[in-house]
């Protein structure tokens, strides 16, 4: 069971106990992304991530590293597109201690001047790392070209540039006016009592002051299909290829998710099937769903090598085509929608996934979803759902490819669904 208690001030604390574990996990998440990142300092979100493990008042960053290892727990943080979190993972005896070292950084961070000059050569050493990461860096390129003029085309972390120019007071400036007692949520599920979490965040957090949200209007971004090529010398050609894809608050991403599952999204799909069991023409191939409050994308990843290239994008065309005209490979609609229902009922056994749930669907619905209506939700989906989505979604005016290896703009046509 669910419960929730909001502060005066607009914090909101939700916690789910679980019985039969050891560990609670506690999470303090913020309603802002890269999204939300001021024109001209992409990536400031993901860098103030970073500046708020750089030591507070109280720890430095090696106490807090020191404090947190000596419980055996685990410490960490996300930048996501739309959200930022902040979590922890203990032993329920240790959670007192690790509230409040988690407490502590995201309330009393320094922003440290001469922490934050060496933070920025931390976080261009990981701009790099993902640009010599090919899967990584095609999705980068991918969101760009599917996204032109929008934040969700830029890169959460950032460019070198932009990063290099940060300033102690861009940190201070997003934090007062983004980190606002209304956008915060503090989520934990696990061994817990929810009276007890609520004296745990009451004192530290209610002090914060009411503070008005800038607007923040989600506007769908617009954007056109077509295809890109990025020449690097590397021994695979990286591809990611994409169409529009389901909302957070799409009545339709239950059926998204089947479509998904069904074309790339387990061992058993038809990519996989068919680019890798049957042909062994890749060794990683499929497709994902991303959803953002007002729009989403469904892509299909895969990696081969340049000779092998025509006949992958063929193939994946093909199983797309096979999946707008209603065949899906031989698998039965009943045992993909088991497989969806398992896969996400077994996920939520977990607390740290389970506190995720909580805090996100509190972001997107302002309301817990139950196992009961994720069941419901999947059970609803029909065959001729899953058809009239392919076809509505998979046409080539609306799909964006974006390339990433040894090749020209010569070498990528004709690839067109048939």
Not at 169 to 178: G, M
Not at 205 to 223: I, K, N
Request: aromatic content about 8%.
């Amino acid at each position: 069971m669910v419960k929730s208690t909001v502060l005066d001030n607009g914090v909101r604390v939700l916690t789910a106990k679980m019985p039969g574990v050891r560990s609670v996990s506690l999470g303090v998440w913020v309603g802002v992304g890269s999204r939300h990142d001021p024109p001209n300092n992409a990536g400031v979100a993901h860098f103030t991530e970073h500046m708020l493990f750089k030591g507070t008042k109280k720890r430095s960053a090696l106490q807090i590293a020191k404090e947190i290892d000596a419980l055996g727990g685990v410490l960490n943080a996300q930048t996501a597109k739309e959200y930022t979190l902040y979590y922890t993972r203990v032993l329920d005896e240790h959670l007192d201690k690790a509230a409040d070292i988690l407490f502590d950084l995201f309330l009393n961070s320094q922003i440290d001047e001469e922490e934050l000059d060496k933070e920025k050569k931390v976080v261009l050493q990981e701009i790099r790392m993902t640009e010599d990461t090919p899967d990584d860096h095609v999705t980068d390129l991918f969101a760009e070209a599917f996204f032109p003029s929008s934040p969700l085309g830029l890169p959460i972390l950032g460019t070198e540039e932009i990063v290099g120019s940060f300033r102690r007071e861009n940190v201070l400036e997003f934090l007062s006016s983004r980190y606002t007692p209304s956008s915060i949520i503090i989520a934990a599920v696990g061994s817990l009592d929810h009276d007890r979490i609520v004296a745990l965040v009451r004192p530290r957090f209610s002090h914060l002051p009411p503070v008005q949200d800038p607007a923040s209007e989600q506007v769908f971004p617009e954007r056109n299909g077509g295809s890109r090529v990025f020449t690097k010398d590397i021994e695979q050609v990286h591809v990611t290829l994409g169409t529009t894809g389901p909302s957070m608050l799409d009545e339709r991403r239950w059926t998204y998710i089947t479509l998904n599952t069904i074309l790339g999204g387990s061992m058993s799909s038809m990519l996989f099937q068919e680019a890798r069991e049957k042909l062994g023409l890749v060794y990683s191939i499929y497709s994902y769903l991303s959803s953002y409050r007002d729009c989403g994308v469904m892509a299909v990843y895969a990696a081969t090598t340049p000779d092998c290239l025509h006949k992958t994008m063929e193939v994946i065309m093909q199983q797309i085509s096979r999946a707008r005209m209603g065949d899906f490979g031989g698998a039965s609609l009943e045992d993909v929608k088991e497989q969806v229902k398992g896969n996400l009922l077994l996920a939520r056994e977990s607390t740290t996934h389970r506190m995720s749930s909580l805090a996100r669907n509190m972001m997107y619905y302002q309301r817990d979803v139950t196992d009961e209506e994720i069941i419901e939700n999947i059970r609803k989906v029909r065959y001729d759902d899953v058809v009239n989505l392919a076809e509505e979604i998979f046409q080539q005016e609306k799909i964006t490819t974006v390339y990433l290896g040894k090749i020209g703009s010569e070498d990528v046509g004709g690839f067109g669904l048939p």
